[in-house]
């Protein structure tokens, strides 16, 4: 890479570095003085722990005494007490202390998942003698981006993420309807709305019974966060979970019928998922909403404890197997008219807590296809410690694959990347500005094979928000 470019990144880094410094050290600032100027109005008011006023006696009602009759208070005699009270009450021409409007600081705690804060934000209507419980939540971002090395679509530049609208209606009865879409722009620069969830749901304490477009359970950061980028600790999600059309080598949707039970496991639970789900498509990004290709479906189950030695520490297995339909010349001529057999594991460990925050995933994918194997394999990393309302976090994925390569995610070698193998480092920090917003600083490091092994420097300033 040229020194220049490298030079330019670097500074780059440094000056985010300094400049998620003093935000934070401004954000910090602002709220001691707000907080500084509450405790004075508080105290000046009388609130915030102050012993009430006592009444003055013309005030005080009769009250019944105990065992006996109403008593009158003695007029004639005030005492101290009452001298006291009075010399409490300010003066008509005194000037009065004013709150002056203060920005809170954000809380510590938010909602660790969507599905959390959708739970957390329902709304109730009535028709009639009918009553309905439903939450709107929405999440946007917005970013800028200095990369190198620089060229096309790798100009410094700013960027639009999605905004995504979830949508949940509580049907009575123990039956829940999900709706998610994104405002998002594609390849083509345009806007477009891209559905990802359409689904309903039974449930109860100990059981569930799914239909519909959902994300599948596999690992944690994929139902954890869904599209909300303000909830997930990194700007964007790790390359082993990306969405099918950014990329992403999981089924990360899926559209069948799925179900689960949960039961007591010591101080936790155990919970299991199975689902029946239409299979891939032709290529990665093809999810099959409306027909199958084939009459086999796609298989899937997970398994995970949670709450088990600790009380946030989620421990899962997940499994998934499909039969990849032939395609032809036109779309696959690495694998021309050939099914696949797809095989996918994966393990995960998870601690979403406060103030540290751990995330590990790892994925073994094995296609078979004409006699030969296909392996992909790797994983990611997230680690995060919360110091009040600012965040640093470190990122670590990896992608490796053995034997040739895969048909089905390098389809066409000669128009596209020729490899999958990449290895990407990052290092950011996360400033809650308030309770719903949140800025985050990254430096990003990818060195990616089918680049030839050019290592790309990206320095991104992200805002997000959600409610």
């Keep these: 890479m040229p020194n220049g470019g490298l030079s330019r990144v670097c500074g780059l880094s440094m000056a985010v570095s300094l400049l998620a410094l003093r935000v934070a050290t401004a954000w910090g600032s602002s709220l001691t003085a707000s907080a500084a100027g509450d405790r004075d109005v508080l105290a ?66 938010r909602p660790a998942t969507m599905d959390e804060l959708a739970d957390s934000s329902v709304q109730e209507m009535h028709f009639g003698h009918v009553s309905a419980r439903y939450s ?32 949940r209606g509580d049907l009575g009865a123990h039956i829940v309807a999900t709706t998610e879409f994104a405002v998002e722009f594609g390849d083509t620069n345009q806007a477009g709305v891209d ?46 979970v990306r969405f099918e059309d950014e990329g992403g080598l999981l089924p990360i949707h899926t559209v069948g019928v799925s179900a689960g039970a949960t039961t007591a496991l010591g101080p936790g639970s155990l919970r299991g998922v199975v689902s029946v789900s239409n299979g891939r498509g032709y290529v990665q990004d093809d999810i099959r909403n409306e027909y ?33 339909p032939a395609a032809p010349a036109a779309l696959r001529p690495a694998l021309p008219d050939t099914a696949i057999d797809e095989w996918i594991l994966g393990a995960h460990v998870a601690y979403p807590s406060a103030p540290l925050l751990v995330i590990v ?13 296909y392996r992909t394999y790797g994983g990611f990393g997230v680690v995060g410690y919360a110091l009040n309302f600012v965040t640093p976090y470190l990122e670590v994925s990896g992608i490796a694959s ?66």
Excluded: C, M
Aim: aromatic share 10%; net charge negative.
């Design 195 to 240: 559905l990802e969830r359409l689904h309903v749901r039974w449930e109860n304490a100990h059981y569930f019974v799914q239909a519909g477009r959902s994300h599948t359970e596999i690992g944690y950061f994929n139902n954890a966060y869904h599209h909300g980028h303000w909830l997930q600790p990194t700007i964007e999600r790790p390359s082993w």
């Design 292 to 324: 199958d290709y084939s009459a086999r479906k796609a298989f899937h189950a997970a398994l995970e404890a949670v709450g088990v030695g600790l009380r946030d520490l989620r421990l899962g297995l997940s499994g998934f197997y499909d039969r990849i």
């Design 44 to 109: 000046e008011s009388g609130e915030g722990g102050a012993p009430a006023q006592e009444p003055g006696p013309a005030a005080v009602e009769a009250t019944p005494a105990e065992g006996g009759t109403p008593t009158a208070p003695d007029a004639a005699a005030p005492g101290p007490a009452a001298d006291a009270a009075a010399a409490e009450v300010p003066s008509a021409s005194a000037p009065q202390a004013k709150a002056s409007p203060s920005v809170p600081p954000p809380s510590v705690e």
């Design 136 to 167: 709107l939540n929405f999440f946007g971002d917005f970013s800028f981006a200095l990369k190198s090395p620089s060229s096309g679509e790798r100009h410094p530049a700013f960027s639009l993420g999605a905004q995504d609208f979830l949508i």
């Design 361 to 373: 995933e790892g994925y073994l994918i094995d296609h078979h296809a004409a006699g030969r194997s």
């Design 402 to 467: 053995s034997g040739s390569r895969d048909p089905f995610f390098i389809p066409d070698p000669s128009a596209g990347r020729s490899s999958l193998d990449e290895l990407e480092l990052i290092a950011g920090t996360r400033i809650d500005t308030s309770d719903w917003s949140a800025l985050k600083f990254e430096y990003r490091f990818v060195n990616a094979k089918s680049q030839a092994l050019v290592p790309r420097h990206e320095g991104v300033v992200n805002w997000s928000w959600g409610f």
